[in-house]
């Protein structure tokens, strides 16, 4: 299982660099419904903050954005697969 979830995760940063910013935040949804407290959720928001986010926004939360989505998608989904089981 863990060589799987490198794989994912090779995948997963592969997307992050290549793909529009959308592709990587379902990917990573995906992630975190088939693995087992997917924490890479958060990185990946981090990463797609590094690269997609403006430093020239009048909010300044949003160059926050992917890390807090990634982080709120992780705390639903980990309650979802909780209430699953």
């Known amino acids: 299982m863990i060589v799987k979830r490198i794989i994912f995760d090779l995948f997963l940063l592969g997307t992050i660099f290549y793909a529009p910013w959308w592709l990587p935040a379902i990917i990573a949804i995906f992630g975190a419904f088939y693995f087992h407290s997917y924490y890479e959720i958060m990185g990946a928001g981090i990463l797609l903050d590094i690269l997609y986010a403006t430093g020239e926004s009048s909010l300044p939360f949003f160059n926050v954005l992917g890390f807090l989505f990634g982080t709120v998608s992780f705390l639903i989904i980990e309650r979802i ?4 089981r």
């Open 81 to 84: 697969k909780c209430e699953l």
